[in-house]
């Protein structure tokens, strides 16, 4: 028996990315984060690799706005109920492959990979504050 997703606050350094991202929807998402002063959904990462399997745009974001750190749901990615599949037709993927692009630096394009938990990890609203370094802990743009 493998153990449900646990929350944590990881350092964005000790993540790997697997996947490209689209720079329009990560500056889009770094002034929402910003605005709201917090992150309305943990990324998925991987246990043991640290390899995002979800939320590269948030992660990325959020290392645009400065923060050290990340909500994060931490999964078993072994478990054979956290399923990989693709946003669109083309060769099947497996896990290895994944654990090896973020490794190897030879992110996939943009949405190829899409992975299934075995339940749904409900929201975990998390402030900007929590994330940020301490000299930059602050209010939201707006709220000061």
Do not use: C
């Not at 997703?5 to 350094?13: G, N, Q, Y």
């Not at 002034?31 to 399997?53: D, N, Y």
């Not at 931490?74 to 896990?95: A, F, N, Q």
């Not at 630096?105 to 938990?117: E, G």
């Amino acid at each position: 028996m493998t153990k449900p997703p646990e929350f944590r606050l990881l350092e964005i350094a000790s993540l790997s990315v697997h996947e490209e991202i689209d720079p329009v929807q990560v500056e889009r998402l770094a002034r929402e984060i910003e605005r709201q002063g917090v992150v309305r959904e943990p990324i998925w990462v991987a246990e043991g690799s640290h390899v995002i399997l979800n939320g590269h745009h948030r992660f990325t974001a959020l290392k645009k706005i400065g923060a050290v750190r990340v909500p994060a749901w931490v999964v078993s990615y072994d478990d054979p109920r956290v399923e990989l599949d693709r946003w669109s037709p083309g060769p099947v993927l497996t896990k290895a492959e994944v654990i090896e692009r973020a490794r190897s630096a030879r992110p996939f394009p943009p949405k190829t990979t899409k992975h299934s938990l075995p339940s749904e990890v409900p929201p975990h609203p998390t402030p900007l504050s929590e994330l940020l370094p301490e000299g930059r802990r602050r209010a939201p743009r707006g709220a000061q």
